[in-house]
Nanobody
């Protein structure tokens, strides 16, 4: 079992920045691909960003490329999502997810472990 706890969400204005953190416990963190997803009201959960076990490869939703950066610190068992130039359409609950596959993909059903989510609200 892997336990994931997100933090760092909040209410910000358009153009502001936030950094989300996801702290993992329970298993060897570096054995897991880590992803960030988000779910806006009335919408399906969507993949935002992912990072491989050693942090050498990342992938992003097109809508956040150039604005969001995913990173991880395996010594701290933590994955981050730096979000810059936030837009109202980024408003959602953000979840981190973990999976032992080398690259589980962008579908949420492929991930075994999930955090409880953190709310990000961007006002215009």
């Amino acid at each position: 079992q892997v336990q994931l706890v997100e933090s760092g969400g909040g209410l910000v204005q358009a153009g502001d920045s936030l950094r989300l953190s996801c702290k993992a416990s329970g298993r060897t963190f570096s054995n897991y691909f880590m992803g960030w997803f988000r779910q806006a009201p009335g919408k399906e959960r969507e993949f935002v960003a992912g990072i491989n076990r050693i942090g050498g490869s990342t992938t992003y939703l097109d809508a956040v490329k150039g604005r969001f950066t995913i990173s991880r610190d395996n010594a701290k068992n933590t994955v981050y999502l730096q979000m810059n130039s936030l837009k109202p359409e980024d408003t959602a609950v953000y979840y981190c997810a973990a999976d032992p596959s080398w690259f589980p993909g962008r579908r949420d059903v492929e991930y075994d472990y999930w955090g409880q989510g953190t709310q990000v609200t961007v006002s215009s």
